[in-house]
């Protein structure tokens, strides 16, 4: 059963575009949320966090909106770039549980940016 | 390096034979974590280790997993008895606080 949901599998857009990625989660007692961004043959690299308690988190060109109670939270990358193409992970834990070190994963997106 | 570095990159076996897998964490991180990522499929938590506190082996998927963390440092996840849906890429992550640092895996394929 997966608890952490990526729905699509791919997505393409163009250079200084909007990517808006998805992600939904079913666990009711996830209450932090991460973006992994990862390249071909590289481990994964954290890119953005948020915590329940917000709906919006920002980071120059990253922003990460959590809708609760629609368990739903998306990445929107803003303006697009090139660089930018590679497969984005959500990912959810259980802070407050004292389980905050277990990242549940969804199975990614991948996202290519078209020059 | 600064990073998390594993060993080695890659590493093909045949089914029935045990593999040891290494993870060099980053100097001074407390915590370190396994993962893998099977075919088509999201990142799948394996063990955590914090100081000197006990793992948590809750994610390991049977007995023929195993992992240790000698000195607070290395670590080494062994398979014994591999079979082919062992074949996956294998993460090591390493913390201080919150945010999981990632090395660049081994892909291990059972023949």
């Known amino acids: 059963d997966q608890q952490v949901k990526q729905n699509s599998p791919s997505l393409s857009v163009q250079e200084g575009r909007i990517s808006i990625l998805n992600c939904d989660y079913t666990?009711?007692?996830?209450?932090?949320f991460l973006w992994y961004k990862k390249y071909p043959a590289e481990g994964p690299t954290f890119l953005i966090s948020i915590s329940s308690i917000k709906d919006k988190n920002e980071d120059g060109r990253f922003t990460v909106f959590l809708n609760k109670s629609a368990k739903h939270l998306s990445l929107h990358i803003v303006p697009s770039q090139p660089g930018d193409s590679a497969v984005y992970f959500c990912a959810a834990s259980e802070r407050s549980g004292g389980s905050n070190y277990k990242l549940t994963f969804g199975k990614g997106t991948l996202l290519t940016v078209n020059p | 390096g600064a990073g998390v570095s594993q060993s080695p990159s890659n590493k093909v076996t045949e089914k029935g034979k045990d593999v040891e897998l290494r993870c060099d964490p980053i100097?001074?991180?407390?915590?370190l974590y396994w993962y893998r990522q099977s075919l088509g499929q999201g990142l799948e938590f394996l063990i955590y280790?914090?100081?000197?506190?006990?793992?948590?082996k809750s994610g390991l998927p049977s007995d023929r997993f195993s992992a240790e963390r000698t000195g607070g440092s290395v670590s080494t996840l062994t398979i014994q008895r591999t079979q082919q849906e062992d074949s996956a890429v294998y993460l090591c992550a390493s913390s201080s606080v919150d945010t999981q640092y990632f090395g660049p895996g081994t892909r291990l394929t059972v023949l």
């Open positions: 666990n009711s007692m996830f209450d932090y």
């Open positions: 100097s001074g991180h407390t915590a």
């Open positions: 280790f914090q100081g000197n506190s006990a793992p948590d």
